[in-house]
């Protein structure tokens, strides 16, 4: 599989993407929200709200050359950081190091585009979470090294029913 940016052709299948992956924290009895059950629908992003970001160059997904996208990484430029806002490979294409080559793509971005860093938000206690990306050289940020664009995920994230005391923000300096 190889890295490319999004085209508009890719936006219908991000979804798919998001749920599959999301279907890894059911199976391995991870609560995602509070009192959710495997009866409760997947919580996930509509195909639109990626336009923008497609279109801003900050939309990278994995496929074969020519076939459907099996992995996606959507960022924004906060502060002086590449801000990854949703990171998923599909759940037939996990364990295949494909999420490792997607983020090393998005570390060489950021430094392609002079940026100090990346910083993402993700749940503390998932072994595909935040122990995956310190493995990359993500460190765990909190008070005051939190503040900013991040503790706004943060506080977002809460406000949608994520628990606070499993999230956390996390940084790689480059």
């Known amino acids: 599989m190889i890295v490319r940016l999004a085209a508009p052709g890719d936006l219908l299948r991000l979804p798919e993407i998001e749920v599959s992956a999301a279907t890894l924290f059911r199976d391995q009895g991870v609560e995602v929200f509070a009192g959710e059950t495997d009866e409760t629908p997947i919580d ?3 195909a639109e709200v990626w336009a923008p970001i497609m279109a801003e160059g900050l939309l990278w ?7 459907p996208a099996g992995a996606f990484l959507a ?6 950081r590449l ?3 949703e990171f998923d490979v599909h759940r037939a294409h996990q364990g295949q190091g494909l999420g490792r080559r997607l983020l090393t ?4 971005e950021a430094r392609r585009r002079g940026l100090a860093g990346l910083s993402l938000t993700t749940f503390r206690d998932a072994p595909w979470n935040a122990p995956f990306y310190a493995s990359a050289g993500f460190a765990i940020v909190e008070g005051e090294d939190a503040r900013g664009a991040l503790q706004a995920y943060l506080d977002r994230e809460a406000a949608r029913g994520l628990d606070p005391a499993r999230r956390c923000a996390m940084i790689l300096r480059l």
């Open 75 to 80: 960022a924004r430029i906060e502060e002086d």
């Open 105 to 108: 793509f998005a570390v060489d």
């Open 44 to 46: 996930f992003t509509p």
């Open 83 to 85: 801000h990854i806002l």
């Open 61 to 67: 997904v994995m496929s074969e050359p020519g076939g």
